[in-house]
């Protein structure tokens, strides 16, 4: 099987803080990225998607980062708020959308 | 419904029973996914369905499990003979045919209990 992200480390920031999480990826023929949010007691939701011919994509409040020569993702939220604490994992396509695989996610804790 | 619906939300079982669980996706929605997630990993792929066909199974771990989804619409994932290490949360995902995303739209997920 593919080998993405890390075991489920925590970050903990200050509301308002910039937030990063990283993620490595293992598979090079990877063409396709996407983050998702993981609350307690509810399924994924997605937040941002990246293609392997872009290195960066920004959203609404959070910045996707892509490096294809170290396999690195990265997820920048800006002003963290209270509501983005959540696991959130990366994901990696290399089958058209067909197949994820996922991370083991990245626990934010954010600190009024 | 609005989004993925997922029943029953827990289950508890015995080792050894045979369990179902059921996924409704958003209507309209012909690719259907399980995947699976252990506590503290991410969700591990199971099946894919486009239609009423497996187009991918190959993440179920063994012939114990299997998953029909036979008008197009609800899927239904089988375990038979339930094992301890089957305990995990299992997520049911759909997504339109046609799409300019991979976004995948998860339900709350069932969570298993094998005793």
């Known amino acids: 099987g593919e080998s993405v992200g890390l075991h489920l480390p925590t970050l903990s920031v200050q509301e308002g803080d910039n937030s990063i999480i990283n993620c490595a990826y293992s598979?090079?023929?990877?063409?396709?990225f996407i983050w998702y949010k993981q609350e307690s007691g509810k399924g994924p939701q997605f937040i941002i998607d990246?293609?392997?011919?872009?290195d960066k994509r920004q959203g609404q409040r959070v910045t996707v980062l892509l490096n294809k020569t170290v396999k690195h993702l990265s997820l920048q939220i800006a002003a963290t708020q209270p509501g983005d604490s959540a696991v959130y994992f990366c994901?990696?396509?290399?089958?058209?959308?067909?197949?994820?695989?996922f991370g083991s996610g990245t626990k934010l804790n954010v600190k009024p | 419904g609005a989004g993925v619906s997922q029943t029953p939300s827990n289950k508890v079982t015995e080792k050894g029973k045979y369990v179902e669980l059921r996924c409704d996706p958003i209507?309209?929605?012909?690719?259907l996914y399980w995947y699976r997630q252990s506590l503290g990993q991410g969700p591990e792929f199971l099946i894919y369905?486009?239609?009423?066909?497996?187009?991918?199974d190959s993440g179920l771990p063994n012939d114990r499990f299997f998953a029909v989804r036979p008008e197009g619409s609800v899927s239904t994932l089988k375990i038979q003979r339930t094992e301890r290490g089957d305990s995990a949360v299992y997520l049911c995902?759909?997504?339109?045919?046609?799409?300019?995303?991979?976004?995948?739209?998860f339900g709350e997920g069932s969570r298993l209990t094998v005793l």
């Open positions: 994901a990696e396509n290399v089958d058209n959308f067909n197949k994820f695989y």
């Open positions: 369905f486009q239609g009423t066909g497996a187009a991918d």
């Open positions: 995902a759909s997504s339109p045919s046609s799409r300019a995303t991979g976004e995948l739209f």
């Open positions: 990246i293609r392997s011919n872009m």
């Open positions: 209507s309209g929605h012909t690719a």
């Open positions: 598979n090079s023929a990877s063409d396709y």
